[in-house]
């Protein structure tokens, strides 16, 4: 097994919305001789976007696995969707792979959600390359494009094959380290080539450049670099290995996959200068406990994705991270303190799967079917070996809609759909909300909200309807009240008795609520002062303004009276709601809005369109920060008024531009915004 695990490689693709990486890994996968055709996206015809849903908007929106083998190699390969929208699993993804293929696109190099991609590949630890697709595109600029990388990304590019040509006369590259030409043919094939005399010397300088960025990233490599003004062809190979392995050097390569020109000179560096998963560093547990990746330890397995198969039922997708792992095993699973009986394992091939026949150790990826109480983020492990790793940490969702049922009745029904999503998308939470009943559907963006809605209804045949994302206004008492809650009833035998004297007032934004019991001498007993309490609490959390909760306030319960035979805690509570609400009269209410952090990161041009459109949407703006043509915005803007942002930046930006945003703060809303508020509540009460 050793042998076969020092030539396997596993590795993700990655890269902005529309670079073309899906159109590589089908490139890939036709030099590899995997697919006997090259499928289209256009066409919905690929082999890795394939859900109905992906094939609509043309482009990945979740996550796809395949195998190729590769001058008799294995290579697991993860395809990791660009769409801001569907990242939220990226860091489970790339947790599972042993390197990066970075895609950028020679039209537009470097955006910035290719930073924030390339800053998510650092963090895992991960070695890289670059990929330059779309050398053939009309608009292709290889320069602009390569020179984005060092701008930007802040790496130390090595350039190993130098295109010959672009846009529609791109026909080949020169081999920078070999010092040699290739010519495509019609096939995608390649055939040397002498190197056109008008590239000599960009060619010979790209060389020179390489060497030294190989050196710099060894103090050994650099020491016989000064001493001696050259490195051998054995220093420089064995350099550029070790500085890609470390993640001191990024290779890049240049390639046309629509046109098939350049998958197999692809295929040759990653099987040449990726690691194998054998040199993967220790994984870290849960518990600080390491684990060296090598098929001589106990077996464990990283659960980095579940996927709902039409005919095998639910597949868990595993990442072997040491020992090796075959078929009919049984495992246990620490974070759920249940056993697995996994069963015939298979390897995924896009939307097929294969029988897996032999053991698979450390970097293998394949699916098991139908696990009892395994979820996405889990570790398999061998019961006397407990292992469970440390999980990577996800982002939160930045964007919340209601769901209704289409049909009157069919509520759990839609809950039932939705949350059989779930264990797919780990980037997804379905909730109640408390106060309303709502069924809360919170995600990535607006998109993959409509996308998670569409594929339940299409799966489970139910209507559901998307509402208007609800923003969690809050309530607040404008100044003091001292006020009487008196509940009194009589209706024939024992009544109904409690009074209180309660003094209201405003606390500090975000103080929260604070009840003070201040009785004296016995004029209410001890045990009805907690249902005073309640009775306050329960009234404040349906504001009178627009039914949300009121906060940031204080209520001391100084006075009052009881009855020895009618008192009791139910005509206490009653007595601390009707305080509440007469102070709420008194004292008078505002509304408050919520406030999100927002950053927004676009190319240096759009700036003033942003910052103009961010004080359009009442926004206050804290900064901005320029790097490498790219602007960094920071705002805190109301949330009523971002809830919609993403499908906006995308029409100002041509869809260049990214954001996140986070709660901030609460803020008193203006007027026009509390009159409309309040108008809604009311309407909805059938009021007016």
């Not at 696995?65 to 990226?90: A, E, Q």
């Not at 290719?114 to 890289?128: C, D, N």
């Not at 010397?201 to 650099?222: F, G, K, Y």
């Amino acid at each position: 097994m050793l042998d076969i695990l020092k030539g396997q490689r596993t590795y993700a693709l990655v890269g902005h919305g529309g670079s073309g990486k899906t159109s590589v890994a089908e490139m890939l996968l036709f030099a590899a001789g995997e697919i006997d055709r090259m499928g289209k996206i256009e066409d919905g015809t690929t082999n890795l976007d394939f859900e109905p849903e992906e094939i609509k908007r043309r482009g990945s929106t979740q996550p796809a696995f395949t195998r190729l083998s590769w001058k008799k190699n294995p290579h697991f390969l993860i395809d990791i969707p660009g769409d801001n929208n569907f990242t939220g699993d990226m860091t489970y993804l790339l947790a599972s792979a042993d390197a990066a293929i970075l895609v950028i696109d020679a039209v537009d190099g470097v955006k910035p959600l290719t930073r924030k991609v390339w800053s998510q590949i650092r963090e895992a630890g991960l070695p890289a390359v670059i990929v330059i697709n779309k050398m053939d595109r009309d608009r292709a600029d290889f320069d602009t494009a390569y020179a984005s990388i060092n701008e930007q990304l802040g790496v130390r590019p090595v350039l190993l094959h130098l295109p010959i040509g672009q846009r529609e006369s791109f026909s080949g590259v020169v081999d920078v380290l070999g010092g040699t030409a290739m010519t495509f043919d019609d096939k995608g094939g390649v055939a040397p080539a002498a190197i056109p005399a008008d590239m000599a010397d960009n060619a010979q300088l790209m060389r020179e450049t390489m060497v030294e960025n190989i050196a710099e990233s060894d103090e050994a490599l650099m020491e016989a670099y000064l001493e001696e003004g050259a490195l051998s062809p054995e220093q420089v190979a064995e350099g550029l290995a070790k500085g890609v392995a470390a993640g001191a050097v990024v290779p890049v390569v240049v390639c046309a996959a629509l046109e098939n020109k350049g998958g197999g000179l692809l295929l040759d560096i990653i099987q040449d200068l990726l690691p194998s998963p054998l040199f993967h560093a220790p994984w870290v547990g849960d518990d600080g406990a390491t684990r060296p990746s090598t098929p001589d330890e106990p077996v464990a397995a990283f659960v980095c994705k579940t996927i709902a198969d039409p005919y095998a039922g639910q597949l868990s997708v595993l990442r072997v991270l040491s020992g090796t792992l075959a078929s009919d095993m049984s495992l246990a699973n620490p974070d759920r303190d249940g056993k697995e009986r996994c069963g015939q394992l298979l390897y995924l091939k896009g939307k097929e799967t294969v029988p897996c026949k032999e053991p698979v150790g450390p970097g293998g990826i394949v699916a098991v079917a139908k696990l009892k109480n395994t979820r996405t983020g889990d570790t398999l492990c061998d019961e006397k070996a407990r292992f469970v790793l440390d999980r990577p940490a996800v982002p939160g969702q930045l964007i919340t809609y209601a769901l209704a049922a289409a049909e009157k009745g069919e509520e759990d029904k839609v809950f039932q759909a939705v949350q059989k999503l779930l264990d797919e998308d780990i980037s997804l939470r379905l909730f109640r909300d408390e106060e309303t009943g709502d069924i809360l559907l919170s995600g990535m963006g607006q998109l993959h909200i409509e996308t998670a809605v569409e594929k339940a209804k299409r799966r489970f045949k139910v209507g559901i309807v998307l509402k208007t994302p609800k923003v969690p206004y809050r309530e607040t008492i404008k100044g003091k009240a001292d006020v009487q809650g008196r509940h009194k009833k009589q209706t024939g035998g024992r009544g109904q008795f409690g009074d209180c004297f309660v003094r209201f007032e405003p606390r500090p934004h975000g103080g929260g609520y604070e009840f003070e019991d201040a009785i004296v001498g016995g004029s209410i007993p001890r045990q009805y002062i907690p249902a005073v309490d309640k009775g306050i609490q329960e009234s404040a959390a349906r504001g009178v303004l627009s039914g949300n909760p009121v906060v940031d306030f204080k209520a001391t319960l100084y006075d009052g009276s009881y009855h020895n035979v009618d008192s009791s805690e139910m005509a206490f509570k009653i007595a601390g709601s009707l305080a509440f609400k007469k102070a709420c009269e008194i004292a008078g209410m505002k509304l408050l809005e919520p406030y999100m952090t927002v950053s927004v990161s676009v190319p240096d041009q759009y700036m003033g369109d942003i910052i103009g459109d961010l004080s359009s949407r009442r926004g206050k703006v804290l900064g901005s920060d320029s790097t490498g043509g790219v602007t960094e915005i920071k705002a805190h803007v109301p949330m009523n008024e971002i809830l919609r942002y993403a499908p906006d930046l995308r029409s100002m930006t041509g869809g260049q531009g990214v954001f996140a945003m986070e709660f901030s703060h609460y803020e008193e809303a203006p007027p026009p915004v509390t009159e409309r508020v309040v108008a809604e509540y009311r309407k909805s009460r059938g009021e007016e």
